[in-house]
T-cell receptor, first 116, second 113 residues
Framework: AQKVTQAQTEISVVEKEDVTLDCVYE???????LFWYKQPPSGELVFLIR??????QNEISGRYSWNFQKSTSSFNFTITASQVVDSAVYFC?????????????FGKGITLSVRP | KAGVTQTPRYLIKTRGQQVTLSCSPI?????VSWYQQTPGQGLQFLFE???????NKGNFPGRFSGRQFSNSRSEMNVSTLELGDSALYLC????????????FGPGTRLTVL
């Protein structure tokens, strides 16, 4: 069975600090996808990134970067120079390729508060 | 391009009643998935529809059902509502099934009294 663990539940930082959100996953599949979503107070989940299990390259998008390490089954997300607008709940999710279905298994989420 | 829309946004029902929630996917998207979000259980997968067929189902009782129409719009129904059904119900659409990127709607907030 697949599982996603986000051990951090709440993180509070001061604006301009860097912050890393941890994600550890479990799956028996060799082919799978990992995702990060952001949920602002409005409630809508906003897609941030998708990474397949065969691509371990780190990715950077502006102030966001992701570190995927299969050896430790981790897919961590770093926000550089955080801003107040980054305050939200962040979810890591896993989707297995078997059955070609779209089911996402989510972690419990990390509430990030960025203080001015 | 219009995003995923869900109606209604807010709903209040009483125990024992039934409810129908609607989801209109992004134009051209053929897959619709439903998720339930509660403070205790987090985000949980309900089911996925693709081309009017249910492709996958989560671990929910039979009171939860859904369907998809030929225009890809989807509805989910919950019968005999229980207090524990109070949640945010999110719909996600994607172009195809499998690993396609999923786009979420704003959700329907259901309160059962």
């Amino acid at each position: 069975a697949q599982k996603v663990t986000q051990a951090q539940t709440e993180i509070s930082v001061v604006e301009k600090e860097d912050v890393t959100l941890d994600c550890v996953y479990e799956t028996r599949d060799t082919t799978y996808y990992l995702f990060w979503y952001k949920q602002p107070p409005s409630g809508e989940l906003v897609f941030l990134i998708r990474r397949n299990s065969f691509d371990e390259q780190n990715e950077i998008s502006g102030r966001y970067s992701w570190n995927f390490q299969k050896s430790t089954s981790s897919f961590n997300f770093t926000i550089t120079a955080s801003q107040v607008v980054d305050s939200a709940v962040y979810f890591c999710a896993l989707s297995e390729a078997a059955g070609a279905n779209s089911k996402l298994t989510f972690g419990k989420g990390i509430t990030l508060s960025v203080r001015p | 391009k219009a995003g995923v829309t869900q109606t209604p946004r807010y709903l209040i029902k009483t125990r024992g009643q039934q409810v129908t929630l609607s989801c209109s996917p992004i134009s051209g998207h053929r897959s619709v998935s439903w998720y339930q979000q509660t403070p205790g259980q987090g985000l949980q997968f309900l089911f996925e529809y693709f081309s009017e067929t249910q492709r996958n189902k989560g671990n929910f009782p039979g009171r939860f059902s859904g369907r998809q129409f030929s225009n890809s719009r989807s509805e989910m129904n919950v019968s005999t509502l229980e207090l524990g059904d109070s949640a945010l119900y999110l719909c996600a659409s994607s172009i195809g099934t499998g690993m396609s990127e999923q786009f979420f709607g704003p959700g329907t907030r259901l309160t059962v009294l």
